[in-house]
């Protein structure tokens, strides 16, 4: 059998690195990408076994220029991935006019240009061997509006949509991609996005390996979607029926 790859962003901490954890098990070799040098290379170190090769690239995938050199260096390495885990993302708390424009740029970015791209530039490879696996990270955010993280919650809103047509044009010529949608996770999300849950996020909170290891099993099952845990499954449905200016006023209680 041949060698099989899997790229995945964000993979220096949090979810990410529980997904590469899984995917490993799984026997793929990996390439871990994500911004921090020392945190990569704790990552290698972290999921190290003798027969499993891991390369670590270094890029701010919040630059408009860097999907394509990722897909560069993948190439150059003679590496075509069978799975991508597209999660590098993050998070922006804070009234839209009071947080500075550029961080709100770079979230968008982030988590949607970046993803959009390497799910293009990956995608088309994988059609070509009409073989190929995309889990896309994105957010229980994404089923209705949340005050004071509003860009984010659209960020993810776009995911979902996204990634539910993507997989709906290329499911029958072997390329899924599958979404998934964590709710609160032990993280750095929280501390980088400059939140602080309060104690019904934390009641809330799942652990990262959880989360993972159920979004790559729903992602070899070619779902559309994953909701991870029950609770957040409940939630993100009830939207459905509920008047949004409703959820707005009782996302504001947990948000502000
Ligand atoms: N934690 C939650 O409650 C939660 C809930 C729903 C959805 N999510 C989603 O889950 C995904 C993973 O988040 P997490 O909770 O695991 O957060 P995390 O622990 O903060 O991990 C984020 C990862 O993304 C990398 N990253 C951040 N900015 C990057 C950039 N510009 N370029 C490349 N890599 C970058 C980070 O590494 P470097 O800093 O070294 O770059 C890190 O490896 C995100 O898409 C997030 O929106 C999280």
């Known amino acids: 059998m041949s060698v099989q790859w899997a790229v995945v962003t964000g993979a220096s901490g949090g979810i990410g690195l529980e997904c590469a954890r899984v995917l490993a098990q799984r026997g793929y070799n990996l390439v871990l990408v994500a911004r921090s040098a020392s945190n990569l290379e704790s990552a290698q170190k972290a999921l190290a076994t003798p027969n499993l090769k891991i390369v ?12 394509a050199k990722l897909v560069e260096q993948t190439d150059a390495l003679g590496i075509i991935p069978d799975v991508l885990v597209n999660n590098a993302g993050v998070g922006c708390h804070g009234k839209f006019f009071d947080t500075p424009l550029p ?22 490879k994988m059609r070509e061997r009409k073989h190929g696996y995309i889990l896309q990270v994105a957010s229980t955010a994404a089923f209705q509006p949340i ?93 459905r029926f509920v008047p949004v200016k409703f ?4 996302m504001e209680k947990v948000m502000k």
């Open 56 to 67: 670590t690239i270094r890029l701010n995938l919040a630059s408009p220029e860097a999907p």
């Open 103 to 124: 961080e709100q740029i770079t979230m968008l970015r982030l988590n949607t240009e970046a993803l959009i791209a390497l799910s293009h530039l990956y995608g088309k």
């Open 147 to 239: 005050p004071y993280m509003g860009l984010y919650a659209a960020t993810k809103s776009l995911v979902v949509s996204f990634s539910r047509s993507l997989n709906f044009e290329y499911q029958a010529q072997g390329v899924t991609s599958t979404v998934l949608c964590p709710g609160p996770t032990a993280t750095k999300f929280f501390d980088e996005a400059k939140f602080t849950p309060g104690k019904e996020f934390s009641q809330l909170m799942m652990t990262a390996d959880v989360v993972a290891r159920k979004g790559i099993d729903a992602m070899f099952a070619r779902r559309d979607i994953y909701v991870a845990g029950t609770f957040n499954k409940i939630v993100t449905f009830f939207p």
């Open 247 to 250: 959820i707005m006023n009782s």
